[in-house]
Structure formats: C-alpha cells, structure tokens
C-alpha cells in the first residue's frame, strides 16, 4: 500500500533548485519537492495593464502519506504598469510574527510567520487549488489540522515576488493542535 501511495508523488516532476519562477530563483529547502500545480497568468491592477505572472505549488510528502510541506511562489515574468501594491498582508496583525522590511507604502515588503487552520477542508473557489485540494483528497494524504507557514511578499515598480514554506508541525515534534477553528488554534496569537 506505501509504495501505491508513494508512486502518486513520484509521478510528480521533481522541483530544480533553485526553483525558478518568473523573474525569480528561489532555494528550496533539503528534501524531495515536487511539483503539484503551476499556472501562468495576468495580474490585472485597477492602476494599468498588470503583470504575466507565474506561479509553482510544491509539496513534499513522507513514506507514510503525511503532508510534510508545501511551498508557493509567484512571480512576475514581465513587468507591468503598476503604481502600488494594494495587498495588504503586509498590515495584518493577527499573525504570529511580521515585520515590514520596505518602509514605503506604495512598494511593500515584508516577513511573516503565520498559521493556517484548518489545512485544505474547504473546498476552494479557484480552477488553481482546486487542482490541489482535489489531488490531495484522490491520493488520500494525510493532512494536519494546522500548518505553520513563513513568508516572504515584495513588490516594487512592477515586479513582486511572494514565497510561501509551510510545514505540518505534527513532524517536527509538536502535539496536533486541539483547537476547532483559527482563533481557538494554539499557534493563533493571543492579542490580550
């Protein structure tokens, strides 16, 4: 039964590192990553034409099943006429960590170290993860009920670049999360 469940990944295409995406090369941690979804698109901004963007899904799932990791990075391919970013995680507060690395306004950059709860449940409204979900669900991996996540988002002059490692902390000697929701997850801050 392991080895069914393994040749659904092995199937997958084997991530290069550094992985490039758009106009970006990016590290990819030790391990076997492979490549789960990619897309190319055209950001469309209220303030000019956009971007071509690209972007890559990558996870990485040990012999028993269990979802180890996942990274997503988008990228621009080719700049577009944009006069700010209108994202605004870079002004979340309900994160664990975060700290703007770009004090302008208009061309945000910013770290973040966050958590998602609950991991790929919901069905999503979107043909790009719903390929995701859908694969998950098919090949039966055995997702945690909490992933933490570290980010990386900037963008300037049009160009942006966001990168996302996420990991099942369950793996790496935390108890499973005993909370029924984001708010009531351990790993959400607690803004007392």
């Known amino acids: 039964m392991l080895v069914a469940q393994q040749s659904h990944v092995q199937a997958l295409p084997s991530a290069v590192n550094p992985l490039q995406v758009g106009k970006m090369a990016v590290a990819l941690p030790p391990g076997d990553w492979r490549v789960l979804n990619q897309r190319e698109a055209r950001v469309n901004m209220t303030s000019g034409p956009g971007s071509s963007t690209e972007t890559k899904y990558l996870i990485r799932v040990n012999e028993k099943n269990q979802w180890v990791g996942a990274i997503s990075v988008a990228a621009t391919k080719h700049s577009g006429v944009v006069t700010d970013w209108t994202d605004s995680v870079c002004n979340r507060t309900d ?21 998602s709860h609950p991991v790929w449940t919901n069905v999503p409204n979107n043909e790009f993860d719903k390929t995701i979900f859908d694969w998950y669900r098919v090949n039966k991996i055995e997702l945690p009920k909490t992933a933490l996540a570290v980010g990386y988002r900037k963008y300037f002059s049009g160009d942006y670049v966001t990168v996302r490692f996420d990991i099942n902390p369950e793996l790496v000697g935390f108890s499973p999360d005993t909370g029924n929701s984001r708010a009531s997850s351990q790993w959400h801050p607690r803004l007392d």
């Open 95 to 115: 994160m664990l960590w975060i700290k703007q690395t770009d004090g302008n306004f208009k061309f945000p950059a910013c770290l973040f170290i966050n958590h």
